[in-house]
């Protein structure tokens, strides 16, 4: 991730020099290097696609940049599917990519409207944006005609699949109507009608249509949509309430001031695109690019390092902005000027810069999570497709959804919840089983997935978020249950096992039987203080067996109770109580 994203510095700077000129270019890529939103994403455990997002983002629209200007220049250039391949190698790097995808297409559709009505011949640039469309769908295809991770053989959101195909030859269609406009100043009706019904069939009539129309909603209900499994992660938590409450000193550390100018900037930009009649593809592309990465972070805080970049190009035009307002006062004093101004933007920030050297994840994640996870992996019986879900595997792990995927790739045990949420199977059960109250409904979870070992951690802040997820699964019909019982955070499953060890206990009023199928096996040697129960480990494995039946006399209606004194593996000393009725 280092390396990527100092390549990353070096394309703002080759992408705000072909936007703006070689000055901003340089202030871009002085800007992108110190701001918040592009660092989160570049530090060396950030394996995820994230940090080649912005890479991508900025091949796309630095190639298009660059064929449109060639183009221009001349008319009869060969076409070239360097575009075309940076947005297929896009999605399949990130099926976030049709963000850049729509940027891209859409740019050159408002760049062909204004020049039609300016009575310019867009022709050229009209069957360029057909081709680059054609080209990327052709480059996509196989990998869904071969059905490459049998996944592709749908018309899906979620996955490379047919849908990424439609996608592009509903825009390349539109290039076409677009140069029909540009050719013959009307469409003619015989054509409109045909568009219209075809697009109907498509959307109304035909399956493929129709799974289209959903995909694409559901794609746009993950940037604004409410989901409870989405809200529970940080990053996709709105930046202005990161932590539920309004929080404008966040963004502006984040982002810098620059965010809050980024509005006025794209007034100005506009009115100077106006001024030049609508001519300017550049200026047109910086508009839809700024205007989309300034308003994501609003609903899903993930994109700031998307934001970052059109940020920083911003901030390179306000400091060649304001280099051309005092230049008059002599190059050196307007140079200084304007990096004073841009210092004093970029101030709030510094405090998350000097808490660069501290930033790491939290102990018990690098030593006691690591030490559980290496004991699933020595301790327990292996199994097979832990890591490729082709068959049933001989039994599972179930645990937060958080830790599903260390789970799979460090403990090389198969995971009833992924990483993945609700994209796989698991998220529901594993969210009901932490906090059901009723320990039949719970057992039947464990024994319907096969569920062998239980990894806990502390949740209890979470538990609410967790019922709101068991709640959305059962209004999507996606998780099933004999019933729906209230919800009692400190009688839930997760409650009696990493507070009490399955063991009984009173909470104020009720009386909490213990659980007798559930095996204390593993607890990791550090922990935390609870004022409601002592101390805790940070992580628990239980083992769910059989049980056993302890069989005796007593006079009728008298309460029985059993008790065993027990030793965990750290050699903690606890006291496993269960009562019954005779």
């Given at each position: 991730?280092?390396?990527?994203?100092?390549?990353?510095?070096?394309?703002?700077?080759?992408?705000?020099?072909?936007?703006?000129?070689?000055?901003?270019?340089?202030?871009?890529?002085?800007?992108?290097?110190?701001?918040?939103?592009?660092?989160?994403?570049?530090?060396?455990?950030?394996?995820?696609?994230?940090?080649?997002?912005?890479?991508?983002?900025?091949?796309?629209?630095?190639?298009?940049?660059?064929?449109?200007?060639?183009?221009?220049?001349?008319?009869?250039?060969?076409?070239?599917?360097?575009?075309?391949?940076?947005?297929?190698?896009?999605?399949?790097?990130?099926?976030?990519?049709?963000?850049?995808?729509?940027?891209?297409?859409?740019?050159?559709?408002?760049?062909?409207?204004?020049?039609?009505?300016?009575?310019?011949?867009?022709?050229?640039?009209?069957?360029?944006?057909?081709?680059?469309?054609?080209?990327?769908?052709?480059?996509?295809?196989?990998?869904?005609?071969?059905?490459?991770?049998?996944?592709?053989?749908?018309?899906?959101?979620?996955?490379?699949?047919?849908?990424?195909?439609?996608?592009?030859?509903?825009?390349?269609?539109?290039?076409?109507?677009?140069?029909?406009?540009?050719?013959?100043?009307t469409i003619p009706i015989?054509?409109?009608?045909?568009?219209?019904?075809?697009?109907?069939?498509?959307?109304?009539?035909?399956?493929?249509?129709?799974?289209?129309?959903?995909?694409?909603?559901?794609?746009?209900?993950?940037?604004?949509?409410?989901?409870?499994?989405?809200?529970?992660?940080?990053?996709?938590?709105?930046?202005?309430?990161?932590?539920?409450?309004?929080?404008?000193?966040?963004?502006?550390?984040?982002?810098?001031?620059?965010?809050?100018?980024?509005?006025?900037?794209?007034?100005?930009?506009?009115?100077?695109?106006?001024?030049?009649?609508?001519?300017?593809?550049?200026?047109?592309?910086?508009?839809?690019?700024?205007?989309?990465?300034?308003?994501?972070?609003?609903?899903?805080?993930?994109?700031?390092?998307?934001?970052?970049?059109?940020?920083?190009?911003?901030?390179?035009?306000?400091?060649?902005?304001?280099?051309?307002?005092?230049?008059?006062?002599?190059?050196?004093?307007?140079?200084?000027?304007?990096?004073?101004?841009?210092?004093?933007l970029l101030f709030p920030?510094?405090?998350?810069?000097?808490?660069?050297?501290?930033?790491?994840?939290?102990?018990?994640?690098?030593?006691?999570?690591?030490?559980?996870?290496?004991?699933?992996?020595?301790?327990?019986?292996?199994?097979?497709?832990?890591?490729?879900?082709?068959?049933?595997?001989?039994?599972?792990?179930?645990?937060?959804?958080?830790?599903?995927?260390?789970?799979?790739?460090?403990?090389?045990?198969?995971?009833?919840?992924?990483?993945?949420?609700?994209?796989?199977?698991?998220?529901?059960?594993?969210?009901?089983?932490?906090?059901?109250?009723?320990?039949?409904?719970?057992?039947?979870?464990?024994?319907?997935?096969?569920?062998?070992?239980?990894?806990?951690?502390?949740?209890?802040?979470?538990?609410?978020?967790?019922?709101?997820?068991?709640?959305?699964?059962?209004?999507?019909?996606?998780?099933?249950?004999?019933?729906?019982?209230?919800?009692?955070?400190?009688?839930?499953?997760?409650?009696?096992?990493?507070?009490?060890?399955?063991?009984?206990?009173?909470?104020?009023?009720?009386?909490?039987?213990?659980?007798g199928n559930y095996r204390?096996?593993?607890?990791?040697?550090?922990?935390?203080?609870?004022?409601?129960?002592?101390?805790?480990?940070?992580?628990?494995?239980?083992?769910?067996?059989?049980?056993?039946?302890?069989?005796?006399?007593?006079?009728?209606?008298?309460?029985?109770?059993?008790?065993?004194?027990?030793?965990?593996?750290?050699?903690?000393?606890?006291?496993?109580?269960?009562?019954?009725?005779?």
């Amino acid at each position: 991730p280092p390396v990527l994203s100092s390549f990353t510095v070096f394309m703002v700077y080759a992408v705000g020099k072909r936007l703006f000129g070689k000055t901003v270019g340089f202030a871009s890529a002085f800007i992108i290097a110190l701001l918040p939103g592009h660092i989160l994403y570049s530090f060396v455990s950030e394996l995820d696609h994230h940090v080649a997002e912005p890479m991508v983002s900025l091949a796309i629209f630095s190639c298009l940049l660059k064929e449109i200007e060639s183009l221009e220049r001349r008319p009869k250039k060969i076409f070239s599917p360097i575009t075309g391949l940076w947005m297929a190698t896009g999605i399949l790097i990130w099926r976030g990519s049709l963000i850049f995808w729509g940027i891209a297409l859409l740019s050159l559709a408002v760049h062909m409207f204004f020049g039609t009505r300016n009575r310019e011949d867009t022709t050229k640039v009209t069957y360029y944006a057909m081709k680059v469309c054609l080209s990327s769908a052709a480059l996509l295809t196989p990998a869904c005609l071969f059905d490459v991770w049998q996944t592709a053989g749908v018309v899906s959101f979620n996955v490379v699949s047919w849908f990424h195909i439609i996608f592009l030859l509903v825009f390349a269609l539109l290039y076409y109507l677009l140069s029909l406009i540009a050719t013959r100043r009307t469409i003619p009706i015989p054509v409109a009608f045909g568009f219209f019904s075809l697009l109907s069939i498509l959307v109304f009539i035909l399956p493929a249509g129709r799974k289209f129309f959903l995909e694409f909603a559901s794609g746009l209900a993950v940037i604004g949509g409410s989901d409870p499994w989405l809200d529970s992660i940080s990053e996709l938590r709105p930046m202005l309430f990161p932590n539920g409450k309004l929080d404008l000193l966040h963004a502006t550390e984040t982002l810098s001031i620059i965010y809050w100018l980024f509005p006025v900037l794209l007034i100005t930009q506009f009115r100077k695109w106006k001024r030049d009649n609508f001519s300017s593809f550049g200026c047109c592309l910086f508009l839809v690019w700024g205007a989309t990465f300034w308003l994501l972070p609003l609903f899903r805080e993930r994109y700031i390092h998307l934001t970052a970049v059109a940020i920083a190009i911003g901030g390179g035009l306000i400091f060649s902005t304001i280099s051309e307002y005092t230049s008059k006062m002599g190059k050196v004093i307007a140079k200084g000027a304007a990096g004073t101004i841009l210092l004093i933007l970029l101030f709030p920030s510094v405090p998350f810069l000097a808490r660069i050297p501290g930033i790491a994840l939290p102990s018990y994640e690098r030593y006691d999570l690591q030490a559980a996870l290496k004991w699933l992996r020595e301790t327990t019986p292996k199994t097979s497709y832990f890591d490729n879900p082709a068959q049933v595997p001989e039994y599972g792990v179930i645990s937060n959804w958080g830790v599903g995927a260390l789970i799979n790739y460090v403990a090389q045990r198969p995971t009833v919840a992924t990483n993945f949420g609700w994209e796989t199977h698991g998220l529901f059960e594993s969210a009901a089983f932490l906090t059901l109250s009723d320990p039949n409904l719970a057992e039947r979870i464990l024994l319907d997935n096969n569920v062998r070992y239980i990894l806990l951690n502390e949740l209890s802040q979470n538990l609410p978020r967790l019922k709101e997820i068991v709640d959305f699964g059962l209004k999507k019909d996606r998780l099933k249950l004999a019933l729906v019982p209230s919800f009692h955070p400190y009688m839930t499953m997760y409650r009696r096992l990493y507070d009490r060890d399955g063991s009984s206990y009173e909470v104020p009023g009720i009386k909490v039987e213990g659980l007798g199928n559930y095996r204390l096996v593993y607890e990791s040697p550090n922990g935390f203080t609870s004022p409601d129960v002592g101390f805790l480990s940070y992580y628990k494995i239980f083992e769910y067996v059989p049980g056993a039946i302890v069989r005796g006399k007593a006079a009728p209606g008298k309460d029985v109770i059993i008790q065993l004194k027990l030793r965990s593996n750290t050699g903690r000393m606890f006291i496993y109580t269960n009562a019954s009725r005779s």
